[in-house]
């Protein structure tokens, strides 16, 4: 699961030229959820955001056979 370290407007002018596909692949890749550890630095948000991030993985975990 990618985890995002820059804020979203970074991302939003993001791209990623493929030239085998001729597709820019930021904007595949903003389809997608990512979870939001831009503010790394501040402690309470790290470990608000690594809650949220461990909560999900353990839910999705226990949706495996």
Same mark, same amino acid.
């Not at 597709?23 to 790394?40: C, G, Q, T």
């Given at each position: ?37 831009? $503010? ?15 909560? $999900?993985?353990?839910?999705? $975990?226990?949706?495996?056979?």
């Amino acid at each position: 699961m990618p985890i995002r370290l820059t804020d979203f407007e970074t991302l939003r002018d993001w791209t990623c030229f493929d030239a085998d596909t001729g597709k820019d692949l930021a904007v595949e890749v903003r389809e997608y959820f990512i979870p939001d550890f831009s $503010n790394w630095k501040d402690h309470d948000a790290f470990e608000s955001a690594f809650a949220r991030l461990k909560k $999900n993985l353990e839910a999705e $975990n226990s949706k495996k056979p």
